[in-house]
Structures are given as C-alpha cells and as structure tokens.
C-alpha cells in the first residue's frame, strides 16, 4: 500500500492542525495504521494507533487528550486532529500501515508514508 501523508505546517502554540494520510495500492481497510513523528535530533516515536475498523484507538502519553486518530475507510483516508499543539509537537509526522495489529513498535509496521513537517511556534 502506498501513503501519502499530507496536512502539516507552521502553527503557533495553542492551535489546531489536522493530517491526512490518503492509501492507495491495497484495501486499505485491510491494515492497522498509526501515526509516529521524528523531532529533530531524536528517534521516531509512536503518537497514535487505530484498528482496522477504527474500533480501537491508542496514543502516547504526550499525546493522549490533545490529538484524535480517525479514519475513513470508504475514502482510504487516515486523519490525526491535533489540538493545542505544543512547541514539543514540532517533528516530520508518518503515517504507517501494518498488516499485523496495532502497536507502538515502528518495526512493526510494514508500508510508511513520506512524512508531512509540524511546525509549532511559541
């Protein structure tokens, strides 16, 4: 399966953006997908997770409460809401599917997206 991850930019603190990851290529209702990011400097990590139905949900700590993964499965479409965005949210965000179940392990993912850049100011 194809990503295409779209939907970042420049915001400042306190404001709202919303990502879009669209599939192509496979049922994308076929995968579990997720949301990682990557800040300058530092490993990938893991933000969020949904099942393939949309069922279930995850999501860092950092995260939990301030952000929504969702997903459209008659539009092939991942979404990640981001709500009062903090300077620490700045990072290249990726979208991943995996055929194996929801986790917070990058490696478990099989097919990544090329990564859209969240910029958060003070």
């Known amino acids: 399966v194809q990503l295409q991850a779209s939907g970042g930019g420049l915001m400042q603190a306190g404001g709202s953006l919303r990502l879009s990851c669209a599939a192509s290529?496979?049922?994308?209702?076929?995968?579990?997908m997720a949301w990682f990011r990557q800040a300058p400097g530092k490993e990938r990590g893991f933000v969020a997770a949904i099942s393939w139905s949309g069922g279930s949900t995850s999501y860092a700590n950092s995260v939990k409460g301030r952000f929504t993964i969702s997903r459209d499965n008659t539009k092939n479409t991942l979404y990640l809401q981001m709500n009062s965005l903090k300077v620490e949210d700045t990072a290249v965000y990726y979208c991943?599917?995996?055929?194996?179940?929801?986790?917070?392990?990058?490696?478990?993912?099989?097919?990544w997206g090329q990564g859209t850049l969240v910029t958060v100011s003070s």
């Open positions: 290529g496979r049922t994308f209702s076929n995968y579990d």
């Open positions: 991943a599917a995996s055929a194996g179940g929801t986790t917070n392990y990058a490696g478990a993912y099989d097919y």
